[in-house]
C-alpha cells in the first residue's frame, strides 16, 4: 500500500500537467496565424510556452495602431509645407504679373477717360458719346495723313458756331425787348466774334486740351490763341449734338449772360473811335480788307479783318461789309483797351 501511493500520485501529476506535445500544437497554429502582418517575427518566434504566454496579451493591442499614424503625420506636415513654398509664389507671381499686363492695359484709357471727365466737369455737361468731345478738341495738324479732315473739330465748329448765333439772339430777344433790329444786330455780332469764344474757352481752362500736331506745336501760342475760339464754338456744337438744343443752351446761357449784360456804349461809330486813336498815336489811318464771304446771295456773311502798323490785325464777321468793319474796328479797340471804344447800352 504504501509503495503503491508514489505511483498513484505520479499518474495524477501526469493527467492534470499539460502535456508537452498538446502544449506544441497550440502555439503553433498561433505562431503561423501572425506572419500575416508581420513575416519576419515568424522566424524569430520560438513555440515555447513561455513565448507564448508573452505574446499572447500584446495580440489585442498590437504596435502597428501606435507606430503608423506617427510617421504619417509626420510625412503630411513636412510635405504640406513644400507644397505651399513651392505653389504660393508661383500663383503670386502669376497674378501680379497678370495684374502689371491688365493694369498697363488700362492705364491710357483710365487716363483718357480721367481727363474727359476733368473737361466735363469744366464745361458742366458729361457727354453720352465721348468721340464728340475728343473731336471737339482736335486740330487738323494733329490728324494722320490717312484720316479725313472731318475727324478734326472743323464740322463741329461750323455747328456750333450757327448755333451759338440762334442761342445768343434768343437771349437778346427776351433780355432786351426795348431794343430795334440794328441794336441786337450789333450786340449779337459783339457776343459771337471769335473773342468772345476766345475769352469763354480762357475761363473754362480749355487752353491745354487742345490736341496740335507738329505743324500746329511749332506754330506756338499765336497758332493756340488763334483756335480757341474755334474750339469753343466747336465745344458747342458737340453739346447739341450729344444733348439737344435745352443742353447747349444752358452752357451758351451760363457762360455768356454776364457779358450780355455789360453795359454796351452804341452812339460812337467804333471806326471813327479806332481812326481818332491811331492818329493820335501818329499812326495811319486803318485799313480794311475782305477776307472771305459765305452764305447765299440773299443772305451774305462778310469776313472782314482791319490792320494798323505794329499791331495784329483783328477780324469781325457781319451781313454786310460795313457792318463787319464796324465789329473789326471794335476787336481791336477792346483789345488794345482804347477808352470809349466800347459800346453803351
Not at 506617427?70 to 503630411?76: C, E, I, R
Not at 498697363?104 to 466735363?120: L, M, Q
Not at 460812337?268 to 480788307?289: F, H, I, M, N, S
Amino acid at each position: 500500500m504504501i509503495d503503491d501511493l508514489p505511483e498513484i500520485q505520479t499518474t495524477q501529476a501526469a493527467a492534470s500537467s499539460p502535456q508537452p506535445g498538446t502544449g506544441a500544437l497550440e502555439a503553433t497554429p498561433k505562431a503561423v496565424s501572425r506572419p500575416k502582418s508581420e513575416p519576419k517575427s515568424e522566424a524569430k518566434t520560438e513555440s515555447t510556452p513561455e513565448a507564448d504566454r508573452e505574446k499572447r496579451p500584446e495580440t489585442p493591442t498590437t504596435p502597428a495602431t501606435d507606430a503608423e499614424p506617427g510617421p504619417k503625420s509626420d510625412m503630411t506636415s513636412d510635405a504640406e509645407p513644400e507644397v505651399e513654398s513651392s505653389a504660393k509664389p508661383r500663383s503670386r507671381a502669376k497674378i501680379k504679373g497678370g495684374a502689371k499686363s491688365a493694369g498697363a492695359a488700362k492705364g491710357p484709357k483710365a487716363a483718357e477717360k480721367a481727363a474727359n471727365a476733368a473737361i466735363e466737369a469744366r464745361i458742366g455737361h458729361h457727354f453720352a458719346d465721348p468721340s464728340l468731345l475728343m473731336t471737339a478738341f482736335t486740330h487738323v495738324s494733329a490728324l494722320k495723313s490717312s484720316r479725313k479732315r472731318g475727324d478734326s473739330y472743323q464740322r463741329l465748329e461750323f455747328l456750333g458756331d450757327h448755333v451759338l448765333g440762334l442761342i445768343v439772339s434768343d437771349m437778346l430777344y427776351r433780355a432786351f425787348p426795348g431794343a430795334d433790329e440794328g441794336e441786337l444786330s450789333k450786340r449779337l455780332a459783339d457776343l459771337v466774334r471769335k473773342e468772345s469764344c476766345a475769352d469763354v474757352a480762357k475761363s473754362l481752362g480749355l487752353l491745354e486740351d487742345i490736341k496740335l500736331g507738329a505743324v500746329g506745336a511749332g506754330a506756338g501760342a499765336r497758332l493756340r490763341k488763334s483756335v480757341l475760339g474755334d474750339v469753343c464754338e466747336a465745344v458747342i456744337g458737340a453739346i447739341f449734338l450729344d444733348g439737344g438744343y435745352a443742353a447747349a443752351a444752358s452752357f451758351v446761357e451760363r457762360n455768356w449772360t454776364e457779358r450780355m449784360r455789360k453795359p454796351r456804349r452804341p452812339l460812337r461809330d467804333p471806326k471813327t473811335v479806332l481812326q481818332e486813336w491811331a492818329q493820335g498815336k501818329g499812326l495811319p489811318t486803318p485799313v480794311y480788307r475782305e477776307v472771305e464771304r459765305t452764305g447765299p446771295h440773299h443772305d451774305p456773311q462778310f469776313r472782314v479783318a482791319v490792320d494798323l502798323p505794329g499791331l495784329e490785325s483783328a477780324e469781325g464777321v457781319g451781313g454786310s461789309k460795313r457792318a463787319a468793319e464796324k465789329v473789326a474796328a471794335s476787336v481791336m479797340i477792346e483789345r488794345e483797351g482804347v477808352s470809349g471804344g466800347s459800346n453803351d447800352g
